[in-house]
């Protein structure tokens, strides 16, 4: 093995990519729910439609787009690897446990695997849909015609379908507990942990973590009472 | 002062060797003084089965007085019992109430195989240590203490990360049996001081390979492991033992 396989395939290595793909994933995050955040607009979702078809057209975002799907999966596959050997380091567990430490900061594979399944269950929703669904229909801004994903949005968030809006509400709670320690824990992992600073990254991974949940959760339950 | 006598309910782990299957046993125990310590009521319910002729339970012990880190408990839950930062030889009965069930059992970790009842081998962390968790001397006069110049906040920084007795409660604290708090600690006491300096990288990256070859999990930075260091060692050192490791790997000659 190469010195850097043997880095990143270490114990501490492996914590490497997690905290480095978590936050690149949280960058992803911000401008998800910028674009997102146009579905309010009383435009009837022109902005949004334009936004979508810039983001599915750009080149730089394409490219971007692929290291993202990358990066969910490396995220995945060295979470399970490190809860594989974690699991191997205790198999026994304790008969009384009181540890201190947070529910979520355990929880993060929990966690992680239903943010998992909603992604995949999102892409096949709007994802999916948008890129090969030949049967939606196009809108024209003085541009060139374009998908009207709004439609498909709209009618997601639509009455009757109360049971999936549940779910999305739930998946972005869930999303909330587990940017509440990843994003702290990446910096941490990082080796910066520093007087001045760690209140501060903890502040904002704290704020972060609720302003993301809170930002998606909102979309749906607003676009479903309009 | 005493208050008076107590009477317990003891659930303990029993097992005969590293590969047999344990379980637990319930002890009754009574005329425990508040003022002994949590070994000592071990020292009255093993005299009790002996008198019986039963075999007494195995545990770990040595200074009983916080410094060795031999006694290794997970008393009702936690490393150590109920108290932050002590030891079990420094938890005393009074912090139990008459009557109450206590639940003890051994450090759970595969790189912690159990020898017998709560008694573990904790030989890893010597390994460990073997590997790089040390200054090389060389023979000669020995130099003016005052030789080399350290910061007072570097010397105390070293001396807290120095405070780690081995006891292995991070590790037993810790949902994925880690070592880091441990390794952190003792790459930390050396890597702040100049004569440590010298041989710091190749230190953390030998102990941090040791650390994996010893099946010990990974950081979630949790927190459990500091939250129940009998020594209160930070987090910080952690992100520092990341923060070597992780240079070194990038500049060090070692391939
Ligand atoms: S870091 Fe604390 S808990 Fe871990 S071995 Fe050292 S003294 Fe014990
Ligand atoms: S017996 Fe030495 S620390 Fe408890």
């Not at chain 2, 009790?48 to 007494?56: D, F, P, Q, Y």
């Not at chain 2, 090389?136 to 906040?153: Q, Y």
């Amino acid at each position: 093995m190469s010195w850097v396989a043997k880095t990143l395939s270490s114990s501490l290595g492996k914590k490497l990519l997690m905290a480095g793909t978590g936050l690149f994933l949280c960058t992803f995050l911000i401008v998800h729910l910028i674009g997102n955040l146009q579905l309010l607009k009383e435009d009837n979702g022109q902005s949004f439609n334009i936004y979508a078809s810039f983001m599915t057209h750009n080149p730089l975002i394409k490219v971007i787009s692929y290291g993202l799907y990358f990066f969910i999966i490396l995220h995945s596959a060295v979470a399970i690897w490190l809860t594989i050997l974690n699991k191997k380091a205790r198999p026994a567990d304790y008969a009384v446990s009181n540890t201190s430490s947070t529910w979520a900061s355990r929880s993060m594979m929990l966690l992680g695997t239903m943010l998992l399944i909603f992604i995949g269950l999102h892409m096949v929703h709007f994802w999916a849909r948008y890129h090969f669904d030949n049967g939606l229909s196009l809108v024209s801004y003085g541009t060139e015609p374009m998908k009207n994903l709004y439609e498909i949005v709209d009618a997601m968030y639509d009455r009757g379908n109360e049971g999936w809006i549940g779910f999305y509400v739930i998946s972005q709670l869930v999303l909330g507990f587990h940017l509440s320690h990843g994003f702290a824990s990446a910096f941490q992992t990082f080796g910066l942990n520093h007087r001045k600073y760690t209140p501060i990254i903890k502040g904002a991974g704290l704020t972060f973590s609720i302003v993301i949940a809170l930002g998606f959760a909102i979309i749906p339950i607003l676009m479903y009472l309009n | 002062m005493s208050e008076g006598t107590m009477s317990l309910t003891l659930k303990v782990w029993r097992q005969k060797n590293s590969t047999s299957k344990g379980e637990f046993k319930t002890y009754p125990v009574s005329g425990i003084s508040s003022d002994m310590s949590f070994l000592e009521m071990f020292d009255v319910l093993n005299e009790e089965l002996i008198t019986k002729g039963e075999e007494s339970i195995a545990f770990d012990h040595d200074c009983r007085e916080g410094i060795c880190g031999m006694c290794s408990m997970y008393i009702n839950g936690r490393p150590h019992g109920p108290k932050n930062a002590i030891t079990t030889c420094q938890l005393h009965m009074r912090s139990f109430k008459d009557g109450d069930t206590i639940t003890v059992e051994p450090w759970r970790a595969s790189a912690f195989p159990i020898v017998k009842d709560l008694a573990v081998n904790r030989s890893a962390f010597d390994r460990i240590i073997a590997s790089g968790g040390y200054v090389s001397v060389n023979t000669g006069n020995a130099k003016d203490a005052n030789d080399i110049l350290i910061p007072k906040e570097d010397a105390d920084e070293a001396f807290s990360a120095a405070a780690c007795i081995g006891c292995g409660a991070c590790v037993a604290a810790c949902k994925n049996a880690s070592a880091m708090l441990f390794v952190s600690a003792k790459v930390s006491q050396l890597a702040l001081l100049p004569q440590g300096k010298v041989e710091s990288q190749k230190r953390v990256e030998n102990m941090v390979a040791q650390m994996d070859v010893e099946g010990f999990g990974a950081c979630t930075n949790t927190g459990a492991c500091s939250a129940e260091c009998p020594k209160g060692i930070s987090l910080e050192h952690i992100a520092r033992l990341n923060r070597e490791y992780f240079s070194a790997k990038l500049t060090s000659n070692n391939v």
